[in-house]
Every structure is written in C-alpha cells, then in structure tokens.
C-alpha cells in the first residue's frame, strides 16, 4: 500500500479517538506531489496550530534549477513561491496556513530551498469534535488537500515562469541599484514614476490615482542594472537634505517611502524603485521608553535632575531625551544616514529660535538642538541626515540640499534658501557657531553580564509586530517604522536569547549585535530554532532593529 493510503487508513481510524491521538501522527510521508513531514502536533483544538512541511525535489519541481544559483535568486524565488501559495491558502483554506509576506521580499523561513528541494512550512489546524479526533476530515486535509494545493501552485502545475522570472530580475536589479549608491555618492534614489502614498493609514498597498513621483532635473540621475534595464529618478546625495513645503503636500509621504526603501519591495508595490542605503535609520521622539546607559551629552546636557548624559539611564524618558537616546543609539549600530520628520519629533529636540535663546541663555538650557549639531554629525562622522521641516527655516544655513514639495512634485529650491538664510543671518547679531568635537568621545556601552536573563525560564516572544514579551516585561517596538513585519520581530525575539548569552561583562552591545547578525546571515533563520523545532513564520531582521530591541530591553544594564 502506498504510503498516502496507509495515512488516510490511519486517520480514518482515528476518528473519535481523544484529541492526544494525533501525536502519532509526527514523521514523514510520501504523498505523490510532495512529501509531507509533521513536525510538531498541537496538544488540544485550541492550542496554536501543528508545525507541518511540504516538501518537493527541486528537480520536480517546476523552479528552473538555473534560478536557484545564488542566494539572492533563492531569496526572490522562495518569496515568489510563498506568495502564490499565501494568495491560494487566503482563498482555499481556513485550517492550512502559510505566513503572508507583506510589501517587502525579505529573506524568509515560509519557503526555503535548500540543497535539492523547496520547503514549504505551514500550519495546520488538525480537525476536532470537542476534544475528539476527527480522522475523516483530516484525512481530506492531509492527504488531498494539502496534496492538491502544491500541485496547483507555482511549485508544480501553477507555475508562470514569464512572472518568476520577472519577480527574480527586479529583485537582482534592485539589490545591483543599492550596491551602486555608495560609489555615486547617494544615500537614496526615488524613481521617476514611483507611487509613494499608501492606500490608507492602515494598509500598506498603493494609492490607486497616486501623483506619480517626478525628479527634479537638478537631482535627477539614471542607473543602468545588471539586466540592462535603466532607471532614473532623483538622488538624494549624502550630506543634508532638508524637505520642505507646504502642509499636506506629501512630504512625509516621500520621507516615509525614503524610510522604507532600506527593503526591496515587489513589483507593482509603487515604491519598487525607491532604494535607500541599508544603513539608514528613522528617529523619531519615543516618550516613556526606557534607556541603559546611552551617551546623550551631544545634545543634552547638566539636566536640573543631575543625572549623567553621557550614561543617560531612565525608566521614562521624554520627548527630547527619547530621540537623542534614539539617535545616539542609531549611531552605536553603524547608521550612515538618519531620517527625521517634524511630524514624529520633539520640537525642542531639532531647534530653537532667537527669541527663546534670548529669554532661556544656553546656560540654563540642557538642550543643545539638532540644528546645532547636524552639520557636526555629517563634516565629523560622515552620517548624513534627511529631514523633513516644513515649519521652521532653520535648517537652511546647514543643508546641502532644500527640496520643495509642491502637490507631490518636488523642486530644488537649494539656492533660493540660502539666500533667504544669508539675509537673515546678517540681520541676526552673533549667530553663534556651534562647537565642534562633540561627537568626538565613542560611547561604546558594555552590559552588565547576563543582565538580559529573567528567573522565569520562559524565552522571549513575539506578539505581531510591535512587541516582543521577555519575562514580566514587554518590549515596545511599536515606533520602529523599519520593523516592517511581524516575522522580523519574532526572529528578533529568538535572537534576543542569544544576544543576551553572549553578554559577558566585556563585549560591548554593539558588538554583540554585529555578531549574532553576521552568525544569522551566515548560518541562515533555521539556525534560530534548530532542526527539532523548525519554524515558518521568521524574516530577516536588520541589524538595527535589533539593537534597538535590547535597547528597549527594561532589564539592560550598562557597566
Ligand atoms: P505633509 O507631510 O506634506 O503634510 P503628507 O505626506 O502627510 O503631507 O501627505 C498628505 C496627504 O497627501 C496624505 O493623505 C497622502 O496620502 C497624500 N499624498 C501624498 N503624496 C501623494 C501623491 N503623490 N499622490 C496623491 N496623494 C498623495
Ligand atoms: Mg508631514
């Protein structure tokens, strides 16, 4: 008998029999179109679904072996798989599921192709009456369903190799366009032609009517990719860029999508050819977070409080206190670049008016605003910054560069503003000269030894995308628009173990992070879990969303 029919018999025979019986069911069965592997069967009807693969040789399979060469290619075609069987699954099944990516092709455990086969990790919900085995439905979902569904997908007979193949050359070009911009001194690109606004503030898929974005032809600049295609669009240089004009003319928009392009995202996403350098970090105010040590005296300095700026440590930090702890963190993990909008910032934190200077003396001023210490960042350590003010010039004296957004369509107004600048600085008396050096100390924060670990035993855990739940506390990741899906945070949360463990007393966090990312890219999502507990529902995090978890970590302790 074949294997299939010796799993339907078993199940048939199931029927009825306690909920605990499915246990058995663990192993790997040959069911023609693929082979099927339980790996982890829930314990009642209404535990967290049973871990399951389908898997099906490469060379069955109707991905062209020559697809499949380098990582890259194996990245974009597992996401192209994955997104077949998700719109197949949203459709088809309530009691199979596969996790959904979202706009960005990020390196995923859904779909992995390894070696000479394509894996594809689902749940199941494995039917019940009451607490009862029920052996005939879940043979029909076992043994035809799941079966029917891999031979109807892109795997097998559902293939569209016109698709795939276009799916995979955007994808390589993308990541050819984001090794070009350093060498062309960019920190972005926005493609003529992008869609950036999204539908709703809610959803992540492209305004239908969006205002087509336009460079203008001072910034504007044309890549040629590895496929031969070219694309042209606006660079955004490295340095300052300071995006203004008039409220609701789409200048978050373009900060958001410029945010955003750290990822590669899919065709007909509308931002497909907004690319940004890998490095670049959002900071934005954060009230109530909690900071370990972090060196904020850059910016803030002899609080009335008496307490250190230079190893700044609260349980409740406030608007300006959160986005220079922000900020200096993003530098602690290597950023290039720092995206800021007014929207999302402490107004006290980016700048301050003649008028306040002259009632509040610097002397009784613990802030030292951005505006200060912008230019400084850029001329001293090479992180360049793009900001959104729409409503304060005050950036104008230190911009490389001033774009106006005008009904979604920037202009180059660079020369326009310094002049405006240059006129106000003569009216202005003793503009003071900001100092320099101030970013000359490296604040390299060393963790307490296993400060990280909880008397529970429990590890972390993700709970969708804005928290990871550690011991008693939670982790709130709810303000780090990079973290762009809830499959990063649950990788988060099991790299957060390892972190913790490697926390000796000596390595520093920066370091600690560094390494357990370098050892994740290297050994790939599964070395997260092991082969005993395979998961589906990990993605690739980046380095600096994880630093920010263990910075948000209310147990961090700083030597
Ligand atoms: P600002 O930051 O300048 O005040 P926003 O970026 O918040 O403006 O945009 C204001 C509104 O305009 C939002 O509802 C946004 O979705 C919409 N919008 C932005 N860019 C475009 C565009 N290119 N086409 C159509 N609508 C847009
Ligand atoms: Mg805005």
Known sequence: MREREQLQQTLNQMDGSGYGAYKRLVGRYDLGACDLVVDHVQSDPYAPPSSIRAVVSLAESSV???ATATREQRTAVADFLAR?????????????????????????????IDGDAVEVRMTASLPAAGRRVKGRAAARLLTEELPRLIEDSALLEGMDRERLDEHVRLHLDQLDLYGQLAERGLIAFVGDGAVLPRRSGVSDLPLEGGVAFRSPASLRTKFTLRSGRTVTGMGIPRGVTVIVGGGYHGKSTLLRAVERGVYPHLGGDGREWVLTVPDA???RAEDGRAAAGVDISPFISDLPSGADTAAFTTANASGSTSQATNLAEALEAGASALLIDEDTSATNFMIRDR???ELIPAGSEPITPFVDRVRALFDERGVSTVLVAGGSGAFFPVADHVVAMDTYVPEEVTEHARRIAARHAAQDDAAEAPAAGAFARSGERIPARGCLRSEERKPPRARGRET?????????????????DGAQTAAIALLLERVGASLDGETSLGEAVRRALEALEEEGLDSLTGPRRIRGDLALPRRHEVHAAVSRHRRLRVR
């Open 281 to 283: 970090v959002s900071i």
């Open 468 to 484: 990871i739940q550690a011991g008693k506390e939670d982790i709130d990741l709810a303000y780090l628009p990079q973290l762009v």
């Open 84 to 112: 077949d069987l998700a719109a197949r699954l949203a459709e088809a099944s309530r009691d199979l599921r596969i996790t959904r990516p979202g706009q960005e092709v990020l390196e995923r455990s859904s779909v992995v």
């Open 64 to 66: 062209p072996a020559e």
């Open 355 to 357: 008028a306040m200077r």
